[in-house]
């Protein structure tokens, strides 16, 4: 069983500062369900530093985390985080491909 | 204690702060309980400024300092000064700005910061024709570097747009460790404070130690210089502890030591809007 999560209720329609996502992460980290379901819906606007922060614990999650209803403008940062790490040559994260078409990410 | 308020009465940056400096030292040298501020002769005070002495206040009123002020004998200044929300902040907001928000440092609420950052970022946006991803982008990495190296007490933000001049400016301000003294904390080099501004201002992270975890990182201001100075032909200025980097469109970048320390970091980010949007996503490294 998964347990949705409205970003929209807990950020508001912008996801700002490292600090905000780090703690959002140790949060769901202590969830009971081991399926978490991150909806986008109505987020507009994700920093470029909350963009890599999330990357980066939504890796070390013990728990499947998915995500729903990405915006293009969310996609493109995420997008632009992938980027940068492609050309630090940095292989420990990121290959990641998102699909805007299915508003999801997916980590190769 | 009273203490005039003597500044160059113009535009420009560097010089009101400099002067201001001296103002915010002896405002922090006050022995009495109460400080007046007289700003009667002031003719002209920038937001930078304005925000700065409205931070100190704030920090001298949360040590149990009163305060007064006399105002300026010219009332556009005043109001202006109000406007803002002068000393104290202010939740309202004009027509082309988003006046002062404090935000106190909130050890139990992390994603408090964050929250404040966004009402001010929804604001400024209704503001401003186009170019939202851009304004928003500085905003959001200025506003995460105070969260995230600075150990601030209070930090001090505004926005404003002059729809005449198609030009907008953000302002924020942190009384934490300043960059120099974040690098001093995690043993990274620098010959003098302007060195480790440019340092920072060029990506250089202050825990290279950590590397294999902050991969990633150090993006934001230097993304910040390049989005606000070439794509968007706008200037930087930089003040932290006793360093001073300025940088603009199309000139050679300026970088001082000051006689007397900033107690924290001021950044200003003054960049034009262009008639359109500029590809952000593809801009930004």
């Given at each position: 069983?998964e347990k949705?999560?409205?970003l ?7 996801i700002i500062?490292r600090?905000?996502i780090a703690s ?14 991150l909806?986008?819906n109505?987020v507009?606007?994700i920093?470029r530093?909350?963009a890599?922060e ?9 728990k499947k985390v ?12 995420f997008?632009?985080v992938?980027r940068?790490y492609e050309?630090e040559?940095?292989s ?7 699909e805007?078409n299915?508003?999801?990410l997916?980590?190769? | 204690?009273?203490?005039?308020i003597n ?9 009101n702060i400099?002067?201001?400096?001296k103002?915010?030292d ?10 007046i501020l007289?700003?009667?002769k002031?003719?002209w005070?920038?937001?930078?400024c304005?925000?700065l ?5 704030l920090e ?7 305060f ?9 200044v ?6 803002l929300?002068?000393p104290?902040?202010?939740?309202v ?7 002062i928000t404090?935000?106190?440092?909130n050890n ?7 929250r404040?950052i ?9 503001k401003i024709p186009n170019?939202?991803n ?5 905003l959001?990495?200025l506003?995460?570097?105070i969260?995230?190296?600075s150990?601030y007490?209070?930090?001090?933000i ?5 729809p005449g001049?198609?030009e907008?400016e953000?302002?924020v ?10 690098f001093?904390?995690n ?5 003098n404070?302007s060195e480790a501004?440019?340092?920072?201002l060029s ?5 290279p130690?950590l590397?294999?975890?902050?991969k990633g990182r150090?993006y ?14 706008g200037?930087v200025?930089v ?6 980097i300025?940088s ?8 001082e030591?000051?006689?007397s320390?900033?107690?924290g970091?001021?950044?200003c980010v003054k960049?034009?809007l262009?008639?359109?949007?500029i590809?952000?996503?593809?801009k930004v490294e």
């Amino acid at each position: 069983m998964e347990k949705i999560i409205s970003l929209f209720e807990i950020f508001g329609n912008n996801i700002i500062t490292r600090n905000s996502i780090a703690s959002f992460f140790e949060e769901i980290n202590f969830l009971e369900k081991d399926k978490i379901v991150l909806d986008f819906n109505n987020v507009a606007f994700i920093s470029r530093s909350c963009a890599d922060e999330y990357l980066k614990q939504r890796k070390k999650s013990k728990k499947k985390v998915v995500e729903a209803n990405m915006s293009k403008n969310v996609c493109d940062m995420f997008s632009l985080v992938n980027r940068q790490y492609e050309k630090e040559g940095s292989s420990i994260l990121i290959q990641v491909l998102p699909e805007c078409n299915s508003n999801s990410l997916v980590f190769a | 204690m009273n203490i005039k308020i003597n500044l160059p009465n113009n535009d420009d940056v560097k010089e009101n702060i400099y002067a201001l400096i001296k103002i915010l030292d002896e405002m922090n040298s006050c022995k009495d309980n109460k400080i007046i501020l007289d700003f009667s002769k002031v003719s002209w005070m920038p937001p930078c400024c304005i925000i700065l002495i409205s931070n100190k206040v704030l920090e001298l009123k949360e040590k149990g300092l009163e305060f007064d002020w006399i105002p300026s004998s010219n009332e556009k200044v005043t109001s202006h000064m109000n406007k803002l929300g002068f000393p104290l902040g202010s939740n309202v907001d004009g027509s082309s700005y988003v006046p002062i928000t404090h935000i106190l440092r909130n050890n139990s609420d992390r994603k408090n910061l964050g929250r404040k950052i966004s009402d001010l970022l929804n604001k400024i946006i209704k503001k401003i024709p186009n170019n939202i991803n851009g304004v928003s982008y500085i905003l959001a990495e200025l506003s995460d570097n105070i969260e995230d190296h600075s150990e601030y007490s209070c930090a001090s933000i505004m926005a404003q747009y002059f729809p005449g001049k198609r030009e907008v400016e953000i302002i924020v301000f942190d009384d934490g460790m300043t960059i120099p003294g974040i690098f001093s904390k995690n043993n990274v080099s620098f010959k003098n404070d302007s060195e480790a501004i440019e340092k920072a201002l060029s990506g250089e992270i202050s825990t290279p130690k950590l590397y294999n975890q902050e991969k990633g990182r150090g993006y934001g201001l230097r993304t910040c210089r390049s989005l606000s100075t070439e794509d968007f032909k706008g200037e930087v200025y930089v003040f932290s502890r006793n360093g001073v980097i300025i940088s603009k469109h199309n000139q050679e970048k300026i970088s001082e030591i000051m006689k007397s320390p900033l107690n924290g970091t001021l950044l200003c980010v003054k960049i034009k809007l262009p008639l359109k949007d500029i590809p952000f996503y593809d801009k930004v490294e």
